[in-house]
């Protein structure tokens, strides 16, 4: 798939992803400017901030004002983003229960291991 400019065009969600890949290896808040010298090929600075702002309306990254703009930083490293998306399916199933059992059964072995040491320290917590 082409875009307008002849270039291909990249598929849904993966200029977000590239977008966090950026705000994740940044040692603090960085700005938009930043985020578009930092991504590969020539983005518009435009889309770069419209990019921003649909991740922070997500609550996947906060924003601090720095002077007339903003710097962002994401909320969560991947797999706490991962974590994030899965609850959000949960929290949207009306029968969690179901949910969590396909999900448990359709495991590998050695998922299901990581699993079960995991429910025993948590278990150990409380």
């Given at each position: 798939?082409?875009?307008?400019?002849?270039?291909?065009r990249?598929?849904?969600?993966?200029?977000?992803?590239?977008?966090?890949?950026?705000?994740?290896?940044?040692?603090?808040?960085?700005?938009?400017g930043?985020?578009?010298?930092?991504?590969?090929?020539?983005?518009?600075?435009?889309?770069?901030v419209?990019?921003?702002?649909r991740?922070?309306?997500?609550?996947?990254?906060?924003?601090?004002?720095?002077?007339r703009?903003?710097?962002?930083?994401?909320?969560?490293d991947e797999a706490?983003?991962?974590?994030?998306?899965?609850?959000?399916?949960l929290?949207?199933e009306?029968d969690?229960?179901?949910?969590?059992a396909?999900?448990?059964?359709?495991?590998?072995?050695?998922?299901?291991?990581?699993?079960?040491?995991?429910?025993?320290?948590?278990?150990?917590?409380?």
């Amino acid at each position: 798939m082409r875009n307008r400019r002849g270039g291909a065009r990249r598929a849904p969600g993966e200029l977000e992803a590239e977008v966090l890949s950026v705000l994740w290896e940044a040692q603090g808040p960085v700005s938009a400017g930043d985020v578009q010298h930092r991504l590969p090929g020539e983005l518009a600075y435009t889309t770069v901030v419209t990019i921003l702002s649909r991740l922070h309306e997500k609550g996947v990254v906060t924003r601090e004002k720095h002077g007339r703009s903003f710097a962002y930083r994401a909320v969560d490293d991947e797999a706490g983003l991962a974590a994030r998306r899965m609850r959000k399916v949960l929290d949207n199933e009306p029968d969690r229960g179901s949910v969590l059992a396909r999900f448990v059964s359709a495991l590998s072995e050695s998922d299901e291991r990581v699993l079960l040491e995991l429910l025993r320290r948590h278990e150990g917590k409380e």
